[in-house]
């Protein structure tokens, strides 16, 4: 096996090319935190939700160093690596499609054997999902590693995310609702429109711009922001978002004009 270490600056390291070995790569199960109350009278609890803990992944690594004195520049190397005063990703080469954003767990100590060594490191993740490599509007290719069989896509026919018309289906191959309040999601619309109502049927989301756009004008609902040509219009708005259920999300637009095209850009999420 072998990691793919991603920093947010979007430098990457192959820890096999380094000389390391990922024996293990075990994320935990996800943690349900369920919301209850209990009214007199009434038999058990009433459920008001469930929400996920965070997610410990615990992995497993071997080294080899070229002689002992490298060893030592190594083992500092690799407590660089995985400095989590900024989070990173990982991903694991049985799974290239899908990556994690963690930091270290406490301390971890690398156990020496002349030039080579063995270490144990446990990563959280604050968000319990592994998320898709690829973006919406990424190349669907099997060839850029960037995608996977068991992401969802398995049928071989890539889904669309850019729509000229006002009724269309949007698709989200994760099993995990994407909301732009916990997110990166982005909806822009490129056209002219009166009102501009964007409604996900399949979820009951509903959003509204009270306001006009011309031909040129891009309205760009970018997580909970919402702008026409990077001007704000927030106030102008119903105040509400667009979620994607896992599956199909079957969408109707209202008050478009003319020539428009609205695009959908962000991740597939999985537990």
């Not at 349900?32 to 965070?54: F, S, W």
């Not at 954003?101 to 144990?120: A, C, H, N, P």
């Not at 898709?132 to 889904?159: A, C």
Request: proline share 4%.
């Amino acid at each position: 096996m072998n990691m793919i270490v991603t920093k947010l600056d979007g430098k990457t390291y192959d820890l096999e090319s380094m000389g390391i070995t990922l024996r293990e790569f075990n994320p935990e199960s996800p943690s349900p935190r369920h919301v209850t109350e209990e009214i007199e009278g009434i038999h058990g609890l009433i459920d008001n939700g469930t929400t996920y803990a965070e997610r410990k992944i615990n992995c497993s690594f071997y080294l080899k160093a070229v002689d002992v004195e490298d060893y030592y520049l190594f083992r500092d190397e690799i407590f660089a690596l995985f400095d989590s005063s900024q989070a990173f990703y990982v991903t694991e080469s049985r799974n290239i499609g899908k990556r994690w954003l963690v930091k270290t767990d406490g301390t971890y100590s690398i156990d020496q054997e002349r030039v080579y060594g063995m270490f144990d490191v446990t990563f959280v993740a604050f968000q319990p999902f592994a998320e898709s490599r690829g973006t919406t509007l990424s190349p669907f290719s099997f060839d850029s590693d960037l995608w996977q069989i068991g992401e969802g896509l398995d049928d071989g026919i890539p889904p669309q995310y850019r729509f000229n018309t006002t009724t269309f289906r949007v698709y989200n191959a994760g099993n995990v609702v994407v909301s732009p309040v916990q997110m990166p999601m982005q909806i822009t619309y490129l056209g002219e429109s009166s009102t501009l109502q964007i409604k996900n049927r399949t979820t009951g989301d509903a959003w509204l711009y009270s306001g006009t756009s011309e031909p040129n004008d891009v309205i760009d609902l970018n997580r909970v922001q919402a702008k026409k040509n990077s001007v704000s219009i927030f106030a102008a708005t119903n105040r509400k978002y667009i979620t994607l259920a896992p599956g199909w999300n079957e969408f109707i637009l209202l008050g478009t004009r003319g020539s428009f095209e609205i695009a959908f850009n962000f991740r597939y999420y999985y537990l």
